[in-house]
């Protein structure tokens, strides 16, 4: 069986080699840009039996586009249910996996006790210029502290997740303050160019605080390119995440196999090992350690993407009213 993805491939090879000694199936696991398996997926779509078995895709443009082109064949019931999954999707032709989550990433040593509300947020600026920074436009870690400044000054992020197919105006008539704050604390922030630059000038010292995926600053971890003592935390005001799941295209030439290890990985014992080696957030009612259900108040601490019209809102008027202003 082929399985393709565009990363974490040290939890999926471990759990190829635990799938092989169960059933016997062996996994080849194939790493390429989404870009490149999706084109894939879309350009064997005719055949009788394509190379591609399984994917790993991302809940959103991917899925979306795979999806448009009639490539996915559906994920049985037996295996999908709804009731067992945590997932803001409503189709049968992808499971839910995980979440990427968006964090606060920091340096303990000079910071003892991080921010956890918005309040105690904007006093730590004030009183710590130019030592929190953020993707300005080329990295989701950055997407996900912009969203979360409108969530929090606007009243909330569940107004932005209503199938919208365009911008309402009286939506983003209530954006002024978002871009009020970005101006008035410019000289507070520091913008970089990508998730990787802001995690490099956190584990040079120029930055104490940024705002980076969870899995994205283990990995730096583990790889030395971050201390070993930078932790992270979920502030109050909350953080991204980003779905991924599991596809089989219509002319899987495994499909059954597919079917079998998709339901392995959904697996309790699977999910807390995925969770501990990827640091993403499962999917799955009643394993997380994290809290992705409402509190009173109607926020959560992780909230998903907005509809695509917010999405691209939200970037283009963040570039022309702070950026470019």
């Given at each position: 069986?082929i399985?393709?993805?565009s990363?974490?491939?040290?939890?999926?090879?471990?759990?190829?080699?635990l799938?092989?000694e169960?059933?016997?199936?062996?996994?080849?696991?194939?790493?390429?840009?989404d870009?490149v398996i999706?084109r894939k997926?879309?350009n064997?779509?005719e055949l009788?039996?394509g190379?591609?078995?399984i994917y790993?895709?991302d809940?959103?443009?991917?899925?979306?586009?795979?999806?448009?082109a009639?490539?996915?064949?559906?994920?049985?019931a037996?295996i999908?249910g709804?009731?067992?999954v945590?997932?803001?999707?409503?189709?049968?032709?992808?499971?839910p996996?995980?979440g990427?989550i968006?964090v606060?990433?920091?340096d303990?040593?000079?910071?003892?006790?991080p921010?956890?509300?918005?309040?105690?947020?904007?006093?730590?600026?004030?009183?710590?210029?130019?030592r929190?920074g953020?993707?300005?436009i080329?990295?989701a870690?950055g997407?996900?502290?912009r969203?979360?400044?409108?969530?929090?000054?606007?009243g909330?992020w569940?107004?932005?997740?209503h199938?919208?197919?365009?911008?309402?105006?009286?939506k983003?008539?209530?954006?002024?303050?978002?871009?009020d704050w970005?101006?008035?604390?410019?000289?507070q922030?520091?913008?970089?160019s990508t998730?990787?630059?802001?995690?490099?000038?956190?584990?040079s010292?120029?930055?104490w605080?940024?705002?980076a995926f969870?899995d994205?600053?283990q990995?730096?971890i583990?790889k030395?390119e971050?201390?070993?003592?930078?932790?992270?935390?979920?502030?109050?005001?909350?953080?991204?995440?980003?779905?991924?799941?599991l596809v089989?295209?219509?002319?899987?030439?495994?499909?059954?196999s597919?079917e079998l290890f998709?339901?392995f990985l959904?697996?309790?014992?699977m999910?807390?090992?995925m969770?501990e080696?990827?640091?993403?957030?499962?999917?799955?009612k009643?394993v997380?350690?994290?809290?992705?259900?409402?509190?009173e108040?109607g926020?959560?601490n992780l909230?998903?993407?907005?509809?695509?019209?917010y999405?691209?809102?939200?970037?283009?008027?963040?570039?022309k009213k702070?950026?470019?202003?």
């Amino acid at each position: 069986m082929i399985f393709y993805l565009s990363g974490g491939d040290e939890f999926f090879r471990k759990a190829g080699e635990l799938f092989y000694e169960e059933y016997g199936i062996k996994v080849n696991i194939v790493i390429a840009q989404d870009a490149v398996i999706t084109r894939k997926i879309i350009n064997e779509k005719e055949l009788d039996y394509g190379t591609v078995d399984i994917y790993l895709s991302d809940s959103g443009l991917v899925f979306n586009q795979l999806d448009k082109a009639g490539t996915l064949s559906s994920i049985p019931a037996s295996i999908s249910g709804a009731e067992k999954v945590i997932s803001t999707l409503d189709s049968d032709k992808i499971l839910p996996l995980y979440g990427r989550i968006a964090v606060f990433a920091y340096d303990p040593l000079r910071i003892p006790a991080p921010p956890e509300t918005w309040d105690a947020f904007n006093e730590w600026l004030d009183e710590n210029p130019n030592r929190f920074g953020f993707t300005a436009i080329g990295g989701a870690s950055g997407f996900s502290f912009r969203y979360s400044v409108m969530a929090t000054l606007t009243g909330g992020w569940k107004q932005y997740t209503h199938g919208d197919e365009w911008i309402d105006p009286e939506k983003k008539d209530n954006w002024n303050s978002v871009w009020d704050w970005f101006s008035d604390h410019r000289d507070q922030y520091i913008l970089t160019s990508t998730d990787y630059e802001s995690l490099r000038l956190l584990s040079s010292g120029k930055l104490w605080l940024t705002s980076a995926f969870r899995d994205d600053v283990q990995a730096a971890i583990d790889k030395n390119e971050l201390p070993v003592y930078i932790e992270m935390y979920l502030p109050d005001f909350g953080g991204l995440y980003l779905e991924r799941g599991l596809v089989i295209p219509i002319n899987s030439p495994n499909r059954k196999s597919a079917e079998l290890f998709s339901a392995f990985l959904i697996s309790e014992g699977m999910q807390v090992l995925m969770e501990e080696m990827l640091k993403t957030v499962s999917l799955q009612k009643g394993v997380s350690s994290f809290s992705i259900n409402e509190d009173e108040t109607g926020f959560t601490n992780l909230f998903p993407l907005p509809d695509p019209p917010y999405i691209q809102g939200l970037t283009e008027e963040f570039r022309k009213k702070v950026l470019y202003n």
